[in-house]
Antibody, heavy 122, light 110 residues
Framework: EVQLVESGGGLVQPGRSLRLSCAASGFTFDDYAMFWVRQAPGKGLEWVSGINFNSGIVGYADSAKGRFTIYRDNAKNSLYLQMNSLRTEDTALYYC???????????????WGQGAQVTVSS | QSALTQPASVSGSPGQSITISCTGSSSDVGGYNYVSWYQQVPGKAPKLLIYDVSDRPSGVSNRFSGSKSGNTASLTISGLQTEDEADYHCSSYSSSGSVVFGGGTKVTVL
């Protein structure tokens, strides 16, 4: 059974940093692209970032470019999102998501974690 | 404001069929056959229902079907059941090299 468990969320002041982690199990982690997708309260889904199976390709939404860094450790079956210079508009539930393929160019999100809440407020 | 436009809500009686639309542009929905649909039960994580416009992952009921015409994609739920009450989100590959989502549609079973 595929399991994705996020951690590292919390309350943080604007301008500060936070690192989200995602522990994956139940599938061959290094065969698949991974993504972060967020959902602000009462809003729709928003793609944040993606990384292909071997970290060779990464991509970011315009809202995340220059502030967020996605990376993975295939030896630890883990995905990360380093978030710097956080803004109030980054407040959302952040989902760790498995891609259907190894390439992060295919945005088919076939399994989702339960999410980590990030609240940016002074 | 989401890149793709979905109706805020759709409702139907048990056993009926309903259709949810997802309207974009030639830069996303109309330009590629890479539309996906996700079901999100309140308080739960989204679940993949449809990908590549009309393909269903293993285990997804055949009561869910997808289609596309021009810049508008559609999700049809046939034989509506109470368990289908949820939010439904569409997404599409975009010419910018990313993915865009709709704002979500709340389905109510009357």
């Amino acid at each position: 059974e595929v399991q994705l468990v996020e951690s590292g969320g919390g309350l943080v002041q604007p301008g500060r940093s936070l690192r989200l982690s995602c522990a994956a199990s139940g599938f061959t982690f290094d065969d698949y692209a991974m993504f972060w997708v967020r959902q602000a309260p009462g809003k729709g889904l928003e793609w944040v970032s993606g990384i292909n199976f071997n970290s060779g390709i990464v991509g970011y939404a315009d809202s995340a470019k220059g502030r967020f860094t996605i990376y993975r450790d295939n030896a630890k079956n883990s995905l990360y999102l380093q978030m710097n210079s956080l803004r109030t508009e980054d407040t959302a539930l952040y989902y760790c998501v498995k891609g259907q393929y190894s390439s992060s160019w295919y945005f088919i999100f076939d399994f989702w974690g339960q999410g980590a809440q990030v609240t940016v407020s002074s | 404001q989401s890149a793709l436009t979905q109706p805020a809500s759709v409702s139907g009686s048990p056993g009926q069929s309903i259709t949810i639309s997802c309207t974009g542009s030639s830069s996303d929905v109309g330009g590629y056959n890479y539309v996906s649909w996700y079901q999100q039960v309140p308080g739960k994580a989204p679940k993949l229902l449809i990908y590549d416009v009309s393909d269903r992952p293993s285990g997804v009921s055949n009561r869910f079907s997808g289609s596309k015409s021009g810049n508008t994609a559609s999700l049809t739920i046939s034989g509506l059941q109470t368990e289908d009450e949820a939010d439904y989100h569409c997404s599409s590959y975009s010419s910018s090299g990313s993915v865009v989502f709709g704002g979500g549609t709340k389905v109510t079973v009357l």
